[in-house]
């Protein structure tokens, strides 16, 4: 099993920004279609923040909730087996804890922001933006 490590949280104030990473134990572009940034927050439910194709005709296209659109970057460095979420324009409200997941899926159009399609998942990163 794939294991993933995030990294790159921390408390930053509102407007700045923070990267994060997400690190697999092996090389995932081959069987990982898909890969995704999630968050939770305290009290909420997990959403879907960022998806991406890892490979193929549509490798690179990305996919945004509404709330991190002009944000929020997702990438990927397969030389690094890494994925990464740029957070720029930071809000309160961007407040959570960061958990990444792949997928094998391939699902189209999309990738979808659907939890329940990825699988394995980090152990997360707290970001905390204050005021």
């Known amino acids: 099993q794939v294991q993933l490590v995030e990294s790159g949280g921390g408390s930053v104030q509102a407007g700045g920004s923070l990267k994060l990473s997400c690190t697999a134990s092996?090389?995932?572009?081959?069987?990982?279609?898909?890969a995704a940034w999630f968050r939770q927050a305290p009290g909420k439910e997990r959403e879907g923040v960022a998806a991406?194709?890892?490979?193929?005709?549509?490798?690179?296209?990305?996919q945004y909730t509404d709330s991190v659109k002009g944000r929020f970057a997702i990438s990927q460095d397969h030389a690094k087996n890494t994925i990464y979420l740029q957070m720029n324009s930071l809000k309160p409200e961007d407040t959570a804890i960061y958990y990444c997941?792949?997928?094998?899926?391939?699902?189209?159009?999309?990738?979808?922001?659907?939890?329940?399609?990825?699988?394995?998942w980090g152990q997360g990163t707290q970001v905390t933006v204050s005021s």
């Open positions: 991406v194709y890892t490979r193929g005709v549509l490798g690179g296209n990305a």
């Open positions: 092996e090389y995932i572009g081959r069987d990982y279609l898909m």
């Open positions: 997941a792949i997928s094998r899926n391939y699902i189209v159009p999309g990738p979808p922001l659907n939890s329940s399609l990825y699988s394995p």
